[in-house]
């Protein structure tokens, strides 16, 4: 059996209705996998395979599933695969598993320096506001000082 330009299996018809079952391969499977670690959306990655989204999520329930863990996990595959690598005694290994090391560390230093996202108070009405104005004017502003607290 042949493949065409984008490696897909060449699929010669058959006599009777309609168009044949898609079937689950380890190929298209790694392609919807590696499509989600690259944030692609389901359309994108049942399109990447040549399928619809109901026929992805008929045969590649599992892979849809992990979909938002991917890109952790295809960095932590890789970064596995780079320390194994390392122990082997790969210095190219070695310098690039510290290199992506340092970029998670100044990655990880951004983040908790970051600033806590500020909770938006609700707009008060009118009414409310007035109610809050004047329940702190004796606090401050040119009244405080004429005002015995």
Do not use: C
């Not at 018809?13 to 944030?39: M, T």
């Not at 230093?109 to 008060?124: D, I």
Request: aromatic content about 4%; glycine content about 8%.
């Amino acid at each position: 059996m042949g493949r065409d330009l984008f490696g897909d299996p060449i699929v010669l018809a058959k006599e009777g209705r309609g168009r044949p079952e898609h079937a689950w391969s380890l190929e298209s499977s790694n392609r919807v996998l590696i499509a989600f670690a690259r944030g692609m959306t389901v359309k994108e990655a049942a399109t990447a395979i040549g399928v619809s989204v109901p026929t992805l999520r008929k045969h590649y329930f599992s892979e849809v599933a992990k979909r938002d863990s991917a890109r952790v996990r295809m960095e932590i595959t890789q970064l596995a695969r780079l320390n194994d690598a390392a122990a082997d005694g790969n210095v190219a290994a070695e310098k690039e598993l510290l290199k992506q090391m340092e970029k998670g560390a100044m990655i990880s230093g951004a983040r908790a320096m970051e600033k806590p996202a500020k909770v938006k108070q609700p707009k008060l009405g009118k009414k409310e506001q007035l109610v809050a104005d004047a329940g702190t004017a004796s606090k401050s502003g040119e009244w405080g000082s004429l005002l015995k607290h």
